[in-house]
């Protein structure tokens, strides 16, 4: 069935000639697709296929105990005997086989200034930890700075990732001077203050102002914090920009017991060095955890800040991957393993960014496979299945089969110390002539035995398809560009079990949609009712009681960039210097928590998201205060006591304004005649001036919606409302598409010149024929002294199509008697809609970077959840980009990423936005008021001509990202295998 038989039969069958759903044709939306990444040479997608699934906080103490090696074997004993694997912090979430013998614990230390220190892509690395349940439990210790985080994300952080809070920096920073604790209290010098308080003082601000140095306590975390190391065998460290995959079937037998130290690292063995990214040791507190004291950095700390402060030296960086890897080799009596064993975005010609780094969690959502094409055979991928390590007999499966096995025999290595050694930049020279080597090559395991240095050859298993798989994937470089929106769609618990991860950010492997009876595209339904989640909100409504202000677990864990700047001089990269989240009671303050919820219908009714944020200039003014409610009271009253969410700022608020909101939505409220227990509404009260980014606001809004459709782009600081009728029609088309996922509509914003037309269809054409309407742009501000009308062709034409088609179909609507649907006209307008999806696609070319950025206006959307293909969830998948918060800033990019993914746009026909003289009177001047306020303020975060690379490079990203996706899921594999 072609896509204009589907138009036609779609409008036949609801009977409304109005309502039509359509995507273009397969061949010319990959065509289009490749004119999208035609002006970037990349092979990613170019090669690869892929088939669905075959078938088949406390402080530390200040006496901590400690585990001899009899306590040791003690606890091996019990934990073979009882299999007892509690006191871990493991729940029973996982359904893994555990280690009944080890437990490791990977410490990873986190400290920063402010909720916005906490690196975008956290809760991608809590994902992925999960997969290692069975044997590793991943420690984040914080100086308090995670707890709002750990509170309000439940849900991606698992069990096996436990926060431990030291409270603040000067608590934390108690803990580290642990390392001089062999120091008598009588010798610290008087430069520190002479006691281990003040050092903990001195050291808490040497911290704060340079973070980056908590890496020089590495080799000692074992020794700082073994109060936590309790009932664990081994302990490691780690970093928070490492992906993890299944460490359960990389970390062979050999390693938990016969080795004292162990390092991963990607096949630079000409240096022999514990790798700051993944080392973990046997947990000998008495031994073993204490080699690093021989790095005097660490254990005369107070000799090393007095000589600071005394002005003898300088503070200099401390490399903990040079001084520690060169004491260790002074033990004769240890044993040490240095595997190649390891993934890493440092080599730009690697096939992780040719063709991405796949991630799979597996059938039962319970491991974490990371794995990517062979070097050798980059079409490898087009050949095997996403459960290819599930199956039956694979090489994989069978967990006693090592991945990764010595070849050949072991051979002695020379160990000549080199006065010139310099193999590592990062390290001072004073420990590279014992850790730089010659005669090995990267397929060498190298050992430390007994004071002899020896290499062996490995090999690594032969898997389907050529493809290579690790343990972990560090993104070194990748993570200096990813934002919170770019990571949003990886879930354990989603309807996909696969996912591709490249610079652009997360790209999942969708389920394809199964084409039924009459060749309809039918919604694939599973066992796990958990996987359809078709409301923004992510959960079942039944248990929905109402959120009050303190009690937030239902609400969404997204975080939000509110403010953003470049990150630094030259940077590609933004910087967020304002994040916040629903959960956030400090900043997000819940004023009315939609009581009523539990009784909708998610998957029909619909949601209106309203934005509003009013500046400190206008609270002065006490009218345009009640212009503002008096216009929401208008939305609601129209809304007819269907669900809201509305998100408020205010900007410099005063304890007066902020209560007058708090009334207005209170118990007491003049509201509640309108249906407030079905308005969730939450309010930012800022101190400052600053303008936030509407977008946020606007991605806030959509996320907390409880229904599968949303109706967005209502910003009630723009004095524009919809007409009488949209209630009704965007109900009416939720209805229409209960069993056709994948539109989204348009609806079309005008401006009233003068006058009193009624909000009607019939009044907006009489404004029309009387001259008096214009297109909201003209309205809203004069032109701005930047503005090229001829740039803007290609992006005015596609609206202006759209608005064309609008008039078209919504004159049809209005006609006094029904009129037959006449065939000519349903394929005018299936033309039509072909058109504009095509422009929209093509807005993400290379050539239309300016016109993608100039839209004047913000589209009104109704957006469906679901998205054309099986699993796709929309909010997940396309969010407006936070940074880009002015009102002249890639508004039609969302339209566009849309339309690229599949998306039936069309436009509402009947349904619309307008203002008026009158709503226009309540916000004033829009061009007056601080940076942002202004369409003419473009996109305000990064206003400075010396900043547009930062736009530039989030715009490339999100262009790329989604023309990625749609090419890499048109060769996803057969449609009709894998499925439930």
């Known amino acids: 069935m072609t896509q204009r038989q589907i138009y036609r039969r779609r409008s036949t069958s609801s009977g409304h000639q109005t309502v039509i759903a359509l995507s273009m044709p397969p061949f010319v939306r990959l065509g289009c697709l490749i004119l999208v990444v035609s002006f970037f040479s990349f092979t990613f997608f170019a090669w690869i296929t892929h088939?669905?699934?075959a078938s088949d906080g406390t402080s530390i103490g200040s006496d901590p105990s400690s585990l001899s090696h009899g306590h040791l074997a003690s606890l091996r004993q019990r934990l073979v005997q009882d299999n007892d694997i509690t006191g871990f912090g493991l729940g029973s979430t996982s359904s893994l086989k555990r280690d009944p013998v080890h437990r490791l614990a990977i410490i990873i230390p986190f400290i920063g200034q402010g909720p916005s220190a906490i690196p975008s892509y956290l809760e991608l690395f809590c994902t992925c930890a999960a997969g290692s349940a069975d044997l590793v439990d991943y420690l984040l210790i914080h100086d308090g700075i995670l707890d709002g985080f750990h509170q309000s994300h439940q849900s991606p952080c698992p069990d096996n990732v436990r926060f431990i809070s030291m409270?603040?920096?000067?608590e934390f920073s108690q803990a580290l001077v642990r390392v001089t604790d062999r120091i008598p209290d009588d010798e610290f010098p008087k430069e520190v203050g002479g006691s281990r308080e003040e050092l903990a003082n001195i050291l808490a601000k040497f911290i704060r102002k340079y973070p980056y140095v908590m890496v020089e306590f590495k080799p000692a975390l074992g020794h700082i914090f073994e109060e936590h190391l309790k009932g664990y065998t081994h302990w490691g460290y780690s970093d928070l920009d490492i992906l993890f995959g299944d460490l359960g079937r990389w970390i062979t037998p050999d390693e938990l017991d016969e080795f004292d130290i162990v390092t991963y690292g990607f096949g630079d063995q000409e240096r022999v060095y514990l790798r700051g990214q993944f080392t973990f040791h046997r947990n000998d507190p008495e031994k073993i955890n204490q080699l690093w004291r021989r790095c005097e950095y660490l254990s005369n700390m107070d000799q090393r800040f007095a000589e600071v402060l005394s002005g003898e030296s300088q503070i200099r960086f401390e490399s903990a991957e040079g001084c520690y890897s060169?004491?260790?080799?002074?033990?004769?009596?240890?044993?040490?393993k240095y595997a190649v064993k390891a993934f890493t975005d440092i080599e730009a010609h690697d096939t992780s960014y040719t063709h991405g780094l796949y991630v799979s969690t597996g059938k039962r959502k319970d491991r974490t496979v990371i794995y990517k094409a062979g070097n050798d055979n980059p079409r490898g991928l087009s050949t095997i299945s996403d459960g290819w390590f599930e199956t039956r007999g694979s090489y994989y499966a069978n967990s006693k089969t090592l991945l990764y096995k010595p070849i050949g025999d072991r051979e002695r290595l020379p160990m000549v110390e080199k006065r010139n050694a310099n193999c590592m930049y990062w390290a001072q020279k004073k420990y590279q002539s014992k850790l730089c080597v010659d005669d090995v090559e990267s397929t060498d395991t190298l050992y430390w035995i007994d004071g002899q240095l020896y290499k062996e050859k490995f090999e690594l298993a032969s898997l389907p398809g050529g493809l290579s798989t690790a343990p972990f994937f560090h993104f070194q470089e990748w993570k200096r560009y990813y934002r919170p929106s770019q990571l949003a769609g990886f879930r354990r618990k989603g309807p996909s079990s696969t996912f591709v991860l490249g610079k652009e950010g997360v790209l999942p492997i969708l389920p394809t949609r199964i084409t039924g009876s009459g060749g309809v595209s039918v919604l694939v339904k599973s066992k796990?009712?958990?996987?359809?989640?078709?409301?923004?909100?992510g959960r079942s409504l039944s248990n929905w009681h109402g959120v009050t202000d303190d009690q937030r677990q239902n609400l969404p864990h997204y975080r939000y960039c509110l403010r953003s700047k470049p990150q630094k001089k030259n940077s590609k990269t933004p910087s967020c210097v304002f994040m916040s989240s629903w959960r956030d009671a400090n900043t997000v303050e819940v004023l009315s928590g939609a009581s009523a919820w539990n009784a909708l219908d998610a998957n029909v009714e619909v949601t209106l998201a309203l934005t509003l944020q009013i500046h400190s200039d206008q609270l002065g003014d006490s009218s345009s205060i009640q212009g503002f409610l008096n216009l929401l009271t208008l939305y609601l009253d129209r809304w007819q006591g269907q669900p809201c969410v509305l998100v408020l700022h205010v900007a410099g608020a005063t304890a007066e304004v902020a209560n007058l909101f708090r009334t207005k939505f209170g118990p007491a409220s003049d509201l509640s005649y309108y249906g407030l227990d079905n308005v969730l509404a939450a309010a930012i009260f800022s101190q400052g001036s600053e303008t936030l980014s509407r977008k946020a606001l606007m991605n806030m809004a959509i996320d907390a919606s409880p229904t599968r459709w949303v109706l967005h782009g209502?910003?009630?600081?723009?004095?524009?409302?919809?007409?009488?009728?949209?209630?009704?029609?965007?109900h009416r088309t939720a209805q229409i598409h209960k069993d056709f996922p994948g539109a989204v509509y348009v609806i079309p914003q005008f401006g009233l010149v003068q006058g009193d037309h009624d909000l009607s269809v019939g009044g907006l054409e009489l404004a029309h024929l009387d001259g008096q309407l214009k297109s909201f742009s003209e309205l809203e501000n004069a032109n701005c002294v930047e503005d090229d009308d001829e740039s803007t062709v290609e992006e005015a034409k596609v609206f202006s199509?759209?608005?064309?088609?609008?008039w078209e179909k919504t004159r049809q609507l209005i006609q006094e008697r029904p009129v037959a649907i006449d065939e000519k006209i349903v394929e005018q307008h299936a033309q039509a809609l072909d058109g504009i999806q095509q422009g929209l696609t093509g807005l993400l070319m290379e050539e239309q970077q300016y016109n993608l950025y100039s839209t004047d206006v913000s589209p009104i959307l109704l957006m469906d959840n679901l998205g054309p293909r099986n699993g796709m969830i929309t909010n997940e998948m396309v969010r407006e980009v936070d940074e880009f918060g002015g009102k002249l800033c890639y508004n039609s990019l969302k339209l566009a990423q849309l339309a690229t993914l599949g998306y039936h746009v069309n436009v509402l026909a009947g349904a619309f936005a307008i203002s008026t003289p009158i709503t226009r009177s309540v916000i004033g001047d829009p061009s007056v008021g601080p940076l942002g306020v202004s369409r003419c303020d473009g996109c305000f975060f990064y206003q400075d001509e010396k900043q547009e690379y930062v736009l530039e490079s989030i715009s490339l990203d999100e262009r790329l990202r989604p023309a990625k996706i749609a090419i890499l899921w048109e060769h996803s594999g057969n449609p009709l295998k894998g499925h439930t």
């Open 167 to 170: 409270g603040s920096i000067q």
């Open 528 to 537: 796990d009712k958990s996987v359809v989640t078709p409301s923004p909100l």
């Open 801 to 806: 199509q759209m608005n064309g088609l609008w």
């Open 326 to 336: 060169a004491a260790v080799l002074e033990s004769t009596d240890i044993k040490i």
């Open 51 to 53: 088939p669905s699934p």
């Open 714 to 730: 209502f910003e009630l600081e723009r004095g524009i409302v919809f007409s009488q009728d949209t209630s009704f029609l965007v």
